[in-house]
């Protein structure tokens, strides 16, 4: 008893230690400011971690204010007058609806990256209590956003890897690839071994192998660009794996045979009246399955976004340089870690498309 009595008192010493300077970082933090309300208006952690994950109208790299770097993109508007496009500069960094954009007799401004047109006559936005503006309306927003500008670089990323880079080898060399190539070539390799066939069946999975590659590369792609400083979080946000998702869906759909779609609305071998049940639960589940695909990707990669940030973000919080001791690498830990994901998350979204796909085509023995 004594030894454990020992351990204990050991233990909740060690944790007194480790709790003790946070203690002391709340203690000098409360010193400074007054009230939490102080000293939000100082630091915002959720507005700053909401600002790198959301998408944007230009690409912001770094800085604040008029002295930051950043490229301006196309912002093109649809209204009942037709279609309206000007550079996002325009705005100049404005996001709070302060700075008006005037095209072609029309007045635009910029709330946190939702553009509105102002009514006819209106010189200035005007908010109701729940700060919605009322006298401004949404127009069709067709702009080359940050995520967008992100995709067209990952397909030209694609095209110069595949079509420039290997392709172009196998048509001058019969040898085997080296350097990058040889690193591309054994990924190809391996969602063809280890996922198309082994889901789908060797009589069938080439059909399928154009979309699984593309859907394998620009998820992992634009994952490990996602890590870059400044680079666009595409996977993380929910159009875009609602569209991947959506591609599966209607790829297993239009490609299911007779026995896919009779072993869904109405299973041999069940009695008659449970078959109406089940086929209302199987309809159901060719929505699940694709929507599992798009919130699972969605959720993996904003939850490490948003780790990473708010572990720097304690930083400015807590407002003390000790911290980044903890802090930094903690945080380096979570981006090595997001490596290994943006990998992963690439493979399960490729292996269970396939494994849906495969589903839908498989021959089914009749006996």
Do not use: C
């Amino acid at each position: 008893m004594t030894a454990q009595k020992s351990l204990v008192i050991r233990v909740y010493f060690t944790l007194a230690l480790a709790i003790l300077p946070l203690f002391t970082f709340a203690q000098e933090r409360n010193e400074k400011h007054t009230s939490l309300e102080e000293a939000e208006e100082e630091f915002n952690a959720t507005e700053m971690i909401m600002h790198h994950i959301g998408d944007a109208h230009e690409w912001h790299f770094f800085g604040e204010g008029e002295s930051s770097v950043t490229l301006p993109l196309p912002v093109i508007l649809y209204t009942e007058n037709g279609l309206v496009s000007f550079m996002s500069s325009e705005f100049h960094h404005d996001t709070d609806g302060t700075h008006i954009v005037e095209k072609d007799g029309m007045r635009f401004v910029n709330l946190h990256e939702d553009i509105y047109k102002l009514d006819e006559g209106a010189e200035v936005v005007e908010f109701d209590a729940e700060h919605h503006p009322v006298n401004a309306s949404k127009p069709w927003d067709l702009s080359i956003t940050k995520n967008v500008a992100a995709m067209f670089l990952t397909v030209i990323l694609m095209i110069l890897f595949f079509s420039v880079g290997l392709a172009r080898h196998h048509k001058k060399s019969k040898s085997a690839p080296k350097g990058f190539n040889n690193v591309l070539e054994t990924l190809v390799l391996f969602v063809r071994d280890e996922i198309a066939i082994p889901q789908i069946g060797e009589k069938k999975y080439m059909k399928f192998m154009p979309f699984l590659l593309t859907v394998f590369f620009f998820i992992w792609i634009t994952n490990l660009m996602g890590l870059l400083p400044g680079a666009a979080n595409v996977t993380g946000n929910i159009a875009v794996t609602v569209s991947l998702g959506l591609f599966t869906m209607l790829i297993m759909i239009f490609n299911g045979n007779k026995d896919f779609y009779k072993h869904t609305f109405w299973m041999p071998g069940i009695p008659t009246w449970v078959k109406p049940i089940l086929a209302i639960v199987e309809g159901l589940g060719l929505l699940i399955k694709p929507a599992a695909l798009m919130i699972r990707l969605f959720a993996n990669i904003t939850a490490g976004h948003i780790i990473i940030l708010s572990l720097i973000g304690l930083i400015f919080i807590l407002e003390n340089a000790g911290i980044a001791g903890v802090s930094v690498p903690f945080a380096l830990f979570i981006t090595v870690l997001e490596l290994l994901v943006a990998f992963l998350q690439a493979f399960i979204f490729t292996i269970l498309s396939a494994l849906f796909i495969g589903m839908a085509v498989e021959e089914h023995e009749h006996h």
